[in-house]
């Protein structure tokens, strides 16, 4: 296609389609690899879901539909049930100490003084480990014979004799919590950060010229004009937190007995270790429908500011 | 920035100063109570049996010995040659695929732009469990199980979105006249793309690329459900099989947990700056 110097209106045409055609090269490569390496698995794992898979048919080309089984076999069990519980206490738990704490620490390292974004940026090296290790660290700290917290308390005075923290349903929960806030804080404190420098300073200082105290400020000012962040934010972290596997696999494996089983573990005992693919994808498919809707809410809430 | 310029210069009344002081030595305290969890992975990994195994856990090794360590090597060689190919593999299908995309989203307004945007967006938000079933299924059926292959090609699906949403409102802010400016200077698009584009927004860029790294490195739900055999595992997997195995070795396991938090630390602390900014560009903004 050798562009003639005679066809000056068809080079233009020719440029601007061949414009839109590099586009296109630029970007659907990683669109299709999406598509075939998470769209495709997804819609394949519906399919799975209606299907008799298990060890046995692993290989097999035409595995049989057995309609709803998969579902009511996991909608009949106690633990299916609990784990959607679980994973429900376990993200508004994370919810709102993440939140809170990081909107607290957001208020306080946006003060000025010498330290404040060097410590606040270091902080966040937490996210960047892997959830293996912090698991294990956790676990370490909690644990029973030589566990630092335990010797802290007692110390303290606030225990009398060593917890078990991880041994009983509660309080393993509880130290999941906290093991998955400490990733979560100061990832809620950066988003909340960023918001929070967007607000214009002369809101306050006219605020405060009219005599707001600093509480009328916070509530009459910060909040509402932080509430999309706040909002994206809170969306954003439900969806993470939701979506725990790693920590709670390392920390509790889903015990003790099933008290801190998630939606996630749950699936993947399913078809990780009793080979049963098509419950496990039926679990999984629960999940999705969980994720989808809060992913939907998620995108509206930011479609308006950030995708234009 | 300039808001900061103009408050260095304003003068600090003694109450003031005061209250700088107060607020940095909180801060500090704060910043060291948040950090233990790391400083307890080090110092126990370098301290003996019976310090680690006492009742009462120390707060600094008494003795102090690198045998936790020692004891890791025979086993480390594999799992950490597993770790840096799945990783690296990762890395390079991630870079290769994601930053040609968010070029193409950021300077190109081609149809059906925003809904690419849009996939970007959910399957970032959307979980391993999710996809854990169909993908061993499928990579059963390609007998692609227990290869690097299958890490490497599934841990790249966390990265890519990452990095797309993370690089393209870096490539926004380049001048068009620049790049038009190379093209009539006889660039083709693609020279322009990697000698122009790529170089101005290289911090953006090696930033994308150590996400790209880390994300593969703390993978451990695709590589320890696709790759089970022992000499395929990478160091996620190993040490939770590890920890399964010593139960409470905490020395031991805490000194392979510094050998797998290490490349992490290093990036973090040489790229701080870029990295505390990338994250937060990366996961919301579209």
């Known amino acids: 296609m050798p562009d003639s110097p005679f066809q000056i209106g068809g080079i233009a045409v020719k440029k601007r389609e061949k414009g839109r055609w590099v586009g296109y090269a630029f970007v659907l490569p990683a669109v299709i690899y999406m598509l075939v390496f998470i769209g495709y698995p997804i819609i394949y794992n519906w399919v799975i879901s209606f299907q008799d898979a298990t060890a046995y048919t692993l290989k097999d080309a035409g595995r049989a ?35 809170t704490l990081g909107f607290a620490l957001a208020m306080f390292f946006s003060k000025k003084f010498t330290l404040a974004k060097p410590i606040r940026g270091l902080v966040v090296i937490s996210w960047m480990l892997p959830v293996t290790v912090t698991a294990l660290v956790f676990k370490f700290m909690f644990s029973q014979d030589s566990g630092i917290i335990n010797t802290i308390l007692m110390n303290l005075h606030i225990i009398d004799e060593p917890v078990g923290w991880l041994l009983s349903g509660g309080t393993a929960m509880a130290v999941l919590i906290i093991a998955n806030s400490w990733v979560g804080i100061p990832f809620n404190m950066l988003l909340l950060t960023t918001g929070l420098n967007n607000i214009p300073l002369d809101v306050y200082e006219a605020a405060s010229i009219d005599g707001a105290t600093k509480k009328q400020q916070f509530f009459m000012i910060t909040v509402p004009l932080l509430k999309p962040t706040i909002m994206s934010t809170l969306v954003l972290g439900f969806v993470l937190t939701f979506k725990v596997f790693d920590l709670v696999y390392v920390m509790t494996g889903g015990g003790p007995v099933d008290s801190t089983e998630v939606l996630s573990t749950y699936s993947y005992k399913l078809s990780f270790q009793q080979f049963q693919f098509g419950q496990g994808a039926a679990a999984a498919c629960v999940l999705f429908v969980c994720l989808f809707i809060v992913a939907l809410i998620y995108l509206r809430t930011i479609s308006k500011s950030e995708v234009d | 920035m300039s808001r900061e310029k103009k408050e260095k210069k304003v003068y600090q009344t003694p109450a003031e100063k005061r209250k700088n002081i107060a607020f940095n030595i909180l801060a500090v305290v704060l910043c060291c109570l948040f950090l233990f969890p790391i400083y307890w992975i080090v110092v126990n990994s370098f301290k003996i049996d019976s310090e680690i195994f006492a009742k009462i856990p120390t707060l600094w090794p008494h003795e102090f010995t690198l045998k936790a360590y020692g004891e890791q090597f025979g086993a480390l060689g594999t799992t950490l040659k597993n770790s840096i190919i799945i990783a690296v593999g990762s890395l390079v299908i991630s870079m290769v695929l994601s930053v040609p995309a968010a070029y193409g989203l950021a300077k190109y307004k081609i149809k059906g732009g925003k809904f690419f945007i849009l996939i970007f967006l959910t399957t970032q938000m959307l979980p391993a469990s999710l996809v854990l079933t169909p993908l061993f299924l499928i990579f059963s059926n390609l007998e692609l199980l227990n290869t690097y292959l299958a890490p490497i090609l599934s841990t790249a699906t966390i990265s890519i979105p990452f990095v797309v949403l993370m690089l ?20 083709g698009t693609l020279r322009a793309f990697f000698k122009i584009v790529v170089p101005i927004s290289r911090p953006a860029v090696i930033t994308a690329g150590c996400f790209g790294f880390v994300y593969a490195w703390n993978d451990l739900a695709y590589s320890m459900t696709f790759n089970t055999a022992e000499n395929m595992r990478p160091m996620t997997s190993a040490i939770y099989t590890f920890m399964n195995q010593y139960g409470t070795k905490w020395n031991s396991i805490m000194a392979y947990g510094v050998l797998l938090i290490l490349p992490c630390v290093i990036i973090f602390v040489t790229m701080q700056k870029y990295i505390v900014e990338g994250l937060t560009s990366g996961s919301v903004k579209g």
Not at chain 1, 67 to 86: E, K
Not at chain 2, 171 to 182: D, P
């Open chain 1, 65 to 99: 539909f057995i309609g709803l089984t998969n579902y009511q076999t996991i909608f009949a069990d106690p633990t299916f049930a609990r784990s959607i519980q679980h994973t429900f206490i376990y993200t508004i738990g994370c919810l709102i100490i993440q939140f």
């Open chain 2, 168 to 187: 393209r409102p870096s490539f926004l802010s380049i001048s068009t006249e620049l790049v038009e400016a190379a093209k009539i200077d006889g660039c």
